[in-house]
């Protein structure tokens, strides 16, 4: 129900912000509460004592000696610093947001000096704006930890995620990865961009990638602890089960890495009945079969020519 309701605001959100103009000042704190309210999350306390505020004040010190008043847009302790800026739609996406602008009442203004999104200036400013938030982030109070995310929003168009899972502030990358880190308005209307904002909002570790491998692994050595148990109940001596399941893992790896042709020893699972008959036989041929290769012939249970791993 939830989820639902979720899909119907982010329908909501991305329809009215689409049509927003830009006034960063104006609409940035209005888009980011309302953005909160599709997250599920709550919104910014009125008072920065629970280090989840607005225009969070920081001091920042000049090679000169001197101090200046910084304020972060928005910040969170121990998720992110969100630097968030407001720039001008691009000619085409102008006129449909100026007449979707005129349909709601909105009086759209005529001129701005703002970078136009998508040109070499726009780029300029977001990284300019990155930079902002980095900067930020070194001169937090001692008490306040690095935080693991940065964000950088472009009102009612893009967001951008950078991650430094360290926490020391100094290596924030592009998150997930360069080709997916901006998150665009109507990416909003994905469930999966949704999550992925919302542990940004409360609990960022676990998007840490070494922490979800970590348990990914744990998962599956508790399914192979299970196994090599049923194998050993069976009558198997511990050593001939350790090496079997270790030459099964290797097939897996040896797919992934492309020793073997792709999904070759997976597809070889798939196809043998659930009672397993004919299982010990084919992965008998097959690890003879990688330990001396086929040559010029190809494989009798893959059906693909393979190399020799001569690896017993």
């Not at 605001?9 to 830009?22: K, Q």
């Not at 000169?64 to 910040?75: A, K, N, W």
């Not at 100026?98 to 970078?115: C, D, F, N, R, T």
Request: proline share 5%.
């Amino acid at each position: 129900m939830m989820r639902g309701m979720s899909s119907e605001l982010a329908g909501v959100f991305i329809a009215r912000w689409a049509a927003a103009t830009a006034s960063e000042r104006a609409n940035s704190q209005l888009f980011l509460s309302e953005l909160c309210d599709v997250l599920g999350v709550t919104r910014p306390e009125p008072t920065r004592d629970g280090g989840y505020a607005f225009e969070f004040e920081v001091t920042e010190h000049h090679a000169d000696g001197s101090t200046s008043q910084g304020r972060i847009d928005l910040y969170r302790r121990g998720c992110f610093v969100l630097e968030s800026k407001q720039f001008q739609a691009a000619k085409a996406e102008a006129s449909q947001l100026e007449l979707a602008a005129q349909e709601a009442g909105v009086i759209a203004k005529k001129k701005s000096s703002q970078p136009v999104r998508g040109t070499g200036a726009w780029d300029d400013a977001m990284v300019k704006a990155r930079g902002q938030a980095e900067r930020y982030v070194r001169v937090l109070p001692a008490t306040e930890p690095n935080p693991p995310f940065l964000l950088v929003v472009d009102v009612g168009h893009s967001i951008e995620v950078f991650a430094d899972f360290t926490q020391a502030g100094r290596s924030y990358l592009p998150f997930p990865d360069p080709r997916s880190f901006r998150i665009r308005l109507e990416h909003l209307a994905d469930e999966k961009a949704r999550e992925r904002l919302r542990l940004v909002w409360t609990n960022p570790t676990a998007l840490d990638p070494a922490r979800r491998s970590a348990d990914v692994t744990r998962e599956i050595s508790g399914h192979l602890a299970e196994l090599a148990k049923s194998l050993e109940g069976a009558g198997h001596r511990p050593r001939l089960v350790a090496d079997f399941l270790t030459r099964c893992l290797f097939c897996m790896f040896a797919e992934d890495v492309g020793l073997l042709p792709e999904r070759s020893f997976t597809d070889l699972l798939d196809s043998v009945p659930t009672d397993g008959a004919g299982f010990q036989e084919l992965v008998e041929q097959l690890f003879r079969e990688m330990n001396s290769g086929t040559g010029k012939g190809i494989s009798i249970v893959l059906r693909k020519k393979l190399l020799q791993f001569n690896g017993g």
